[in-house]
């Protein structure tokens, strides 16, 4: 059976993240963009990243150009983007479709095991996986919900 640990993904450095070694964390994977309506959410993110980081939170945002060209920088414009006007300190991978054929198998796999308001299709940006300890897909949150709305789940998986 197919689970999150089985995935790998190369991050805005050109460096290839292994999931398998977020084995006993909890995860939040976001779809992001630099030009968005939610791009403020990357502050939210942000603070749930330095509050729960070292209680196993890991949060990793996937840039993606897919909807309305809203994040059409390069992966070091992104990175840059996100460092100096969010203070983004969590992981940032290499941009990736999320949608279609050409989107990266991991978002292949968690739009397989969750639908969304539009089925199993990435409704936008800042749509939102949270998995637990065990890689068990949890939730899939519309990127309507802001990240502090979603801290009463994590702090569960957390403590769980």
């Known amino acids: 059976m197919e689970t999150i640990y089985d995935f ?3 991050d805005s450095k050109g460096m290839a993240i292994d999931f398998n070694k977020f084995r006993g964390k909890v995860l939040l994977i976001v779809n992001t963009a630099s030009k968005c309506g939610f791009t403020p959410q990357y502050e939210g993110l942000e603070l ?3 509050k729960y980081e070292d209680q196993g939170l890991v949060i990793i945002g996937f840039p993606c150009n897919q909807f309305l060209h809203q994040e059409p920088g390069s992966d070091e414009d992104i990175r840059s983007f996100c460092q100096l006007n969010y203070g983004v300190s969590f992981t940032l991978m290499r941009k990736v479709d999320v949608n279609g054929t050409d ?3 991991i978002y292949k796999y968690l739009r397989r095991v969750t639908k969304g308001l539009l089925g199993s299709r990435i ?3 800042f749509t939102k996986f949270l998995i637990s300890k065990d890689g068990a897909v949890i939730k899939r949150y519309s990127p309507l919900v802001q990240p502090k709305n979603m801290e009463q789940e994590i702090e569960r998986l957390l403590q769980g």
């Open 48 to 50: 749930l990243h330095k």
């Open 123 to 125: 409704k936008w940006n």
């Open 103 to 105: 989107a990266h198998p």
């Open 8 to 10: 790998e993904a190369i």
